[in-house]
């Protein structure tokens, strides 16, 4: 069975969808994508997965660096996956860029684009952390304005659009 809740966070509502023990899924409201794969879920605010990420997600948005410590299930291709697992090895307050994670799994950038952009759980595997060639603020299914708040949050300015965060 698949399960859904929604919070409050400073960009506005997120959706989470849970297997009832893991994150499957955390969107933003209106975000590229928002909730696929989540079909008639059962509303439960009381599990104890979405009591977590509500924790976790408390401490992100005050600037603590929560370890991601939760427990996820993203679904997704092989490659999706493994993807997203090196984006889950980016620290906070860190970046990369698409080129830099193709050539760490012989890939090409396009299809690691590809890949970052069907992210089913956003912030949780930090894609916002992925930059384009040069620094420069590129893509993000949430919007760059968030991309932008994220990266600023975690101590990165990114105040122009393709000019490199610093």
Not at 2 to 31: C, H, K, M, N
Not at 58 to 85: H, N, S
Request: charged content about 15%.
């Amino acid at each position: 069975m698949r399960y859904a809740t929604q919070l409050s966070t400073p960009l506005g509502p997120v959706t989470l969808a849970s297997d009832g023990e893991r994150i499957t899924g955390l969107w933003f409201e209106g975000q590229k994508y928002f909730a696929a794969g989540l079909r008639d879920p059962a509303w439960n605010d009381a599990l104890p997965v979405f009591a977590r990420a509500a924790g976790w997600l408390e401490r992100y948005f005050r600037g603590e660096a929560p370890a991601m410590d939760l427990p996820i299930a993203p679904g997704g291709t092989p490659f999706q996956r493994a993807v997203w697992a090196r984006l889950c090895a980016i620290p906070y307050g860190q970046i990369t860029t698409y080129g830099d994670i193709a050539r760490a799994m012989g890939a090409g950038a396009r299809a690691v684009g590809a890949a970052v952009s069907r992210n089913p759980i956003s912030l949780l595997i930090p894609c916002h952390r992925v930059v384009g060639t040069g620094g420069g603020l590129t893509g993000y299914a949430g919007g760059l304005d968030k991309k932008r708040f994220l990266l600023a949050l975690e101590g990165r300015n990114c105040a122009i659009d393709n000019a490199p965060c610093v």
